[in-house]
């Protein structure tokens, strides 16, 4: 199974599995990165700008892992391992139900040894409570899991507050003004 740098594992055996679209690919199959970074990387640009800046991994025949800049990260709406669903709060700093989980750390392409060993950013959402339950070696994130009840209790915690303020109060009946 894949680790951290720190050594847990991240609860996949290949993240590429469980990777989805590059963030940089446009919808027209064209890669942002080559026109938006160009000074970052500015052979790999030239290399795009040449085949209309086609993205390296955009047709059926390529795998993600052909493109150093590959990165596919979460957009974080629902835990992938038990499926509960992020509620969050406007004007509140509670702590979110869900965070990005990596499954693959990016390192620009870096080279290691003889090889150029190129990892990219590959991130998915779960929910704290089986992020915990991956780190800590007893889970993977394609179990088959139900939330666990403190995040029901959570979350139907933060939809009764969101109910709450579909309803109308006047000024008085908040506060109390006589």
């Given at each position: 199974?894949?680790?951290?740098p720190?050594?847990?594992?991240v609860?996949?055996?290949?993240?590429?599995?469980?990777?989805?679209h590059?963030?940089h690919l446009?919808?027209?199959?064209?890669?942002?990165?080559?026109?938006?970074?160009a000074?970052?990387?500015?052979?790999?640009?030239?290399?795009?700008?040449?085949?209309?800046?086609?993205?390296?991994?955009?047709?059926?025949?390529?795998?993600?892992?052909?493109?150093l800049?590959?990165?596919?990260?979460?957009?974080?709406?629902?835990?992938?391992?038990?499926?509960?669903?992020?509620?969050?709060?406007?004007?509140?700093?509670?702590?979110?139900?869900?965070?990005?989980?990596?499954?693959?750390y990016?390192?620009?392409?870096?080279?290691?040894?003889?090889?150029?060993?190129?990892?990219?950013?590959?991130t998915?959402?779960?929910?704290?409570?089986?992020?915990?339950k991956v780190?800590?070696?007893?889970?993977?994130?394609?179990?088959?899991?139900s939330?666990?009840?403190?995040?029901?209790?959570?979350?139907?915690?933060?939809r009764?507050?969101?109910?709450q303020e579909?309803?109308?109060?006047?000024?008085?009946?908040?506060?109390?003004?006589?």
């Amino acid at each position: 199974m894949e680790k951290t740098p720190t050594g847990t594992p991240v609860g996949v055996d290949d993240p590429y599995d469980v990777a989805g679209h590059c963030d940089h690919l446009t919808n027209d199959d064209r890669c942002r990165y080559a026109l938006q970074y160009a000074g970052n990387d500015p052979e790999f640009a030239a290399a795009r700008r040449a085949d209309d800046y086609a993205c390296l991994a955009g047709d059926e025949d390529c795998d993600w892992r052909d493109c150093l800049h590959y990165r596919s990260t979460t957009d974080g709406t629902e835990c992938v391992r038990c499926g509960l669903e992020e509620v969050r709060m406007a004007h509140e700093s509670a702590r979110p139900l869900l965070e990005e989980h990596h499954l693959s750390y990016g390192n620009g392409g870096s080279e290691t040894g003889d090889d150029a060993e190129v990892s990219h950013e590959i991130t998915v959402a779960l929910c704290r409570w089986c992020h915990a339950k991956v780190h800590d070696s007893f889970a993977r994130i394609d179990d088959d899991a139900s939330p666990d009840p403190e995040a029901i209790a959570a979350r139907e915690e933060r939809r009764g507050k969101e109910m709450q303020e579909f309803g109308f109060q006047s000024a008085r009946e908040r506060f109390g003004d006589e």
